[in-house]
């Protein structure tokens, strides 16, 4: 890759847009990228980073922070870079997330961050990720690898050259990605860690489980229980115990099963003798009860036949009643149509109360209505003259309107004329202070004038002799002369007061004419004052027209409202009689259509009230022919005849049903009785107290032997679940033992953990190998830079086997045939060394890459500290470098460095803010 043209806009310092015609500096060779520090050289490799992978060189500043604070508003932020890979041309353009001006309106916007690359044949790619993964394709790196191979930061390099192996360690894992390496490592230490603790956790099961063997206290094999619970006794040894504990209980379960077996059998037996004596008791019982219950039951059964004679006595009566009871019911329907009668009688005696009662009020309203009516019709003719004086006040009112209005401008003429009275009153008094000031200030010049022309006379005199002329009167003789005054003004001084006097007039002056033309305002104003004055009021003068003022437009104020009052009255009228033209004809036609409406309502109520008198008869002649004066009676008489007749009903059931009853139960003690006869005649010799006592003894017997069952039981299933935990934690026991054994080994080796041997880890092995080949390409330079003097080698034995090792690194000091620590190095010496180990580093990632091919290097700084043979054997070295087709840029700011290289990018800072930078070639 190698960059062609670089385009730089409001970019960190660069304010304004910069570009750079990077084909100048040639396809190879050395240049140099210089200027104040500051001022922006190491920004020139942070624009072709960021336009080719959209990030700064640097981990500390974000795309956002690439706005220049220097650059204008409307200026956009951008970087464009034409570049070349493999023959090929290509075109990047980013632009970062920033504010900008709006394009129209106030205020900003947010310039949301964009990517555009352009193909050799034309073709467009603009999504930022889509050409992040373009450039990435064409590079054939990412942008870490990127900056390993083409920028070499001596600082950085100079840390690698003297880390020990611990931070070494850590450099070369961001640089190789050996992180993976480590994690392998911790994975295994950590694994074998917990595979310890399991195997001990599995010890402390097995030694728990066996804490729960169970053993009675007088058994022979609790001796060797004792021992297994106090750790004397292998594993194997201690479940064949537990295996014989088990067969031991076991025979004894067996031997108790058989007793409680037998126990049972021989209580089935008694309980059964037991059954049959019992019987025997219960049928005897119930054949006496049988007996005594047939006796009572005779007893009842006479006394309910009696009952039942008597119930049936009562059936004629119960018919007759019931007789009745449907006559009553017959007649429901004739109080229905009575009960329908009644309730429309009611309702149109209501209907013509109501009708009344609204007629009396339509009437009394009507008479109301016809009175108002006649008094309207009054009250119109009496409007007949309404408007007539309209006009007339109108034109009153119009007259004394303008006197108002003259006398509110003649108001505010006084106000304005009393303004200008204090305008120029405020005028005279600052002139009166002018003047005053002029005089002072006139007196002042005046008195230092004399006193300066005094001083002129004094210093004439000192000249003066005997004998010579006066230059001023040409006397010889000069018996008064003139002296200098200590107080007297200088030049400067009489001019400042001369200009001071001349101002002073000058406001004066100024303050005079103000004066007067603010009198001729107020005379004119006056005069207009004077005018409407005298249109109002004839004989008042000027001075007393202000104060009659007020008094004169209460009275003209009154007298508009009287004639307003008078206006308003006269439109009411007119109103009013309107009014009544309009409504008078409507009122009239309607009291007419009432009155006939009341008339017709009148004979319609006579013709109601006929109709309810016949109603009434009606009602009247259906009540004489009915038992009960209404329904609800007659109903009330049919239910108490229905209670009646069911209650006989009910008792006459009841005491039949009651009869039966009795009758089967003196059936069912008949049957009983000679049936329980039959069943205790049976022969039953068992003897109950014999019987008893057996099963009290069988019953105690066989209650131990659950007992000591239910303890083997228990015991049996305890020490079951121990074996079996035991064996299943001996088996997992034996298998995280086997794979600790080896997992142990093998994080050990991994993490340099082997005792007596060099504490080498894997990770820092794998980087050892990559340090072995970067040490091999730097000393080719190496060797060139220190005139074949210093050779890198990396310590192949630790100083001791306490401390990690395996990167620490020594030189050979080929003029002595010593070898010793990098640290021992000089100044110069280190940055040939740590620019050589940068230049070897570049070589094996672009290697490890694929063969990618950078055309172009940068190294940043680290120069200054180099002798002057040192910087030439650096620069050797950098132009071996840059042979063939690379292009490497040196990024300093030491000045020996500008006589040496001849093509140079010069970055200056600006006076206005920013930065500006120029090719030189």
Known sequence: MRPIKLTVSAFGPYAGKTVLDLDKLGENGLYLITGDTGAGKTTIFDAITYALYGEASGDNREPSMFRSKYAEATTPTEVEL?????????????????????????????????????????????????????????????????????????????????????????????????????????????????????????????KQYIDGISCDENDVLSIEVEKAKNGLLPAKDV?????????????????????????DKALEIVNANLGKIEVKEKTQKALDQAQKNLIGENETNLALKAAFDIEKGKVSEREQLAEEKAKIEAEFPRYEALDILEKQIKKDEDAI??????????????????????????????????????????????KVQEKLTKQQNLSALFEAFHELGDNLDTLQSDYKKASESSEETTADYEAKNRAFLDEQAGIIAETLENGKPCPVCGSLEHPCIAHKSAKAPTEAQLKRAKENADKARKAAEDLSGKCKEAKGIL??????????AKELWQSVAFEDAENKLPEEQKVVSAEIAALDKALSEEEKKVSRRSELAESLPETEMSLTERDKDITARSTALEADKASLSEKKNQRNAAKESLRFDN?????????????????????????????????KKIAGYTSS???????????????????????????????????????????????????????????????????????????????????????????????MTYFDRIIARANTRFMVMSGGQYELKRRREAENNRSQSGLDLDVIDHY??????????????????????????????????????????????????????????????????????????????????????????????????????????
């Open 82 to 206: 034409v570049f070349s890979y493999a023959g090929k041309t290509y075109t990047v353009k980013r632009n970062p997330e920033y504010e900008r001006r709006k394009s129209r309106g106030e205020g900003f916007a947010t310039q949301k961050a964009e990517a555009q690359l352009i193909y050799p044949d034309g073709r467009v790619v603009t999504k930022q990720r889509d050409v992040d993964n373009a450039i990435r394709d064409i590079m054939g790196i990412n942008r870490s690898q990127f900056l390993q191979i083409a920028m070499i930061a001596q600082g950085d390099f100079l840390k690698l050259l003297l880390a020990p192996t611990e931070e070494r360690k850590k450099i070369f894992r961001q640089i190789f990605k050996t992180q993976l390496y480590q994690d392998l490592q911790d994975r295994l230490k950590k694994e074998s860690g917990q595979l310890n603790d399991k195997c001990d956790a599995a010890r402390n099961s097995i």
């Open 239 to 263: 479940m064949d115990l537990i295996d014989r504990l088990l067969t031991q209980d076991n025979d004894k379960k067996t031997a108790i099963q058989k007793s409680i077996s037998d126990a």
């Open 353 to 398: 109360s109501e009708n009344e009662r609204q007629l009396k009020k339509d009437r009394e309203q009507y008479a109301i209505d016809e009175a108002e009516f006649k008094i309207l019709k009054k009250e119109f003719e009496s409007l007949a003259d309404a408007g007539e004086g309209k006009e007339k006040l109108s034109r009153q009112k119009e």
């Open 523 to 532: 005379d004119a104003k006056k005069a207009e004052t004077e005018k409407l």
């Open 631 to 663: 329904i609800a009676e007659a109903q009330r008489k049919s239910e108490a005849l229905e209670k009646t007749v069911s209650e006989m009903k009910e008792a006459y059931d009841k005491a039949q049903n009651a009869l039966s009853e009795s009758d």
């Open 673 to 767: 009785i000679k049936e329980l006869t039959k069943q205790t005649s049976s022969d039953c010799d068992l003897d109950k107290e014999d019987e008893t006592k057996k099963k009290t003894e069988i019953t105690e017997k066989k209650n131990t032997d659950d007992a000591v069952a239910k303890v083997l039981h228990t015991r049996i299933e305890s020490n079951a679940q121990v074996l079996a935990n035991i064996r299943a934690k001996v088996g997992d026991l034996d298998t995280l033992e086997k794979r600790y054994t080896w997992l142990k080994v093998l994080s050990n080796t991994a993490n340099g953990n082997i005792s007596g041997k060099e504490k080498v880890m894997l990770e820092t092995y794998i980087q």
């Open 816 to 921: 002595n045939g010593t070898e010793r620590s990098v640290k021992t190095l000089s100044g110069g010496e280190s940055f040939k060394a740590s620019l050589s180990l940068a230049l070897g580093l570049s070589d094996e990632i672009q290697a490890s890459a694929g063969g990618v091919k950078l055309d172009t290097m940068f190294v940043d700084e680290g120069f200054g500290s180099l002798d002057e043979d040192s910087l030439d054997q650096a620069m050797k070295a950098l132009s071996s470098l840059a042979d063939g087709n690379r292009l490497v840029g040196i990024i300093s700011h030491v000045a020996d460095l500008k006589n040496r290289i001849d093509k140079q990018i010069v970055v200056t800072k600006e006076k206005s803010g920013g930065s500006k930078a120029n090719i030189v070639v």
